[in-house]
């Protein structure tokens, strides 16, 4: 049982609550990602203690509560350095952007990596793992400050994704060669194009859709190209055990920090909604919860 201090907002939450993504009966109580303190354990847990401050990746009935039950894998150590807020805002992005570029995108150290959408949750995570990982991260935004955040994540470039010249602007970057991975939150919109961004034997790992697209399908003939899709919901218990023991020793050893942008009150958990499906994300939204 833990006590939860804040909840994370993912897009995917307001699908599920909207009746367009999985099996759902309602009511029911949404929400994956949360951190806070254990106040009570099961036998035979292993190393959770008591008191302990954890962040917590799905949880039996939901996260958006006061107090959440979980079982021991859904558990993970909060280190000291990470705010509350900081670990509710690891399970969803960052298991989705580690297992979108490193288990179904393959990404390699001096790729080119292109993350659209990189201000979000999601596209933050994503920055500071291809960076950690040596790759030539391009990322694209839509605000200046989002655009901001992503240039001091250590993204090589960065490009506002409403210029008309975007396009261009990446291809030139890269010398004309085209980018080896693209990790894609928006793929009804941007799909088509990224097919021509891509250089030979390069991939798109779709993380987000909305919708539908047309799309030329010779362009990943001319290139041996992929289009890989993505859903973290994938991860077997072997697949999410590899995933966060990465991912702890990053935020244990700062090379990994979750960006926080709003925080609301449980209470406004619809004004939540409302602002993660909005432009111009700077970080991960937030739910907080009154101790």
Excluded: W
């Amino acid at each position: 049982m833990v006590k939860i201090r804040s909840i994370g907002v993912n897009p995917v939450d307001t699908y599920i609550r909207a009746g367009k993504y999985g099996p759902r009966q309602f009511p029911f109580t949404p929400g994956t990602d949360a951190a806070g303190i254990i106040e009570a354990i099961g036998v035979g847990i292993g190393d959770l203690k008591i008191g302990q401050r954890v962040y917590i990746y799905g949880a039996i009935d939901g996260a958006y509560t006061e107090k959440a039950l979980c079982v021991a894998p859904q558990v993970h150590p909060l280190p000291d350095r990470l705010s509350f807020d900081q670990g509710a805002a690891i399970g969803v992005p960052f298991g989705t952007a580690y297992r979108a570029l490193f288990i179904r995108g393959d990404a390699r150290p001096n790729e080119f990596v292109l993350i659209h959408g990189a201000s979000g949750g999601v596209g933050t995570a994503a920055v500071q793992l291809a960076v950690n990982l040596g790759c030539k991260v391009i990322g694209t935004a839509g605000s200046p400050p989002g655009l901001e955040l992503v240039r001091r994540l250590g993204a090589a470039a960065v490009f506002d994704h409403h210029a008309e010249n975007c396009i261009q602007q990446i291809l030139d970057f890269t010398n004309g060669k085209g980018v080896d991975l693209i990790i894609e939150m928006l793929s009804d919109q941007n799909l088509d194009k990224d097919l021509g961004l891509l250089a030979r034997r390069g991939r798109v790992v779709i993380v987000g859709n909305r919708g539908r697209i047309e799309i030329d399908p010779r362009q990943t003939m001319t290139k041996d190209s992929d289009i890989r899709g993505m859903s973290l919901m994938h991860a077997d218990a072997a697949e999410l055990a590899l995933i966060h023991a990465a991912l702890g020793a990053g935020f244990s050893n700062g090379t990994l920090t979750p960006v926080v942008g709003k925080q609301f009150p449980l209470a406004d958990a619809g004004k939540a909604h409302e602002a993660v499906l909005s432009a111009g994300a700077a970080g991960k939204i937030v739910l907080s919860v009154q101790s």
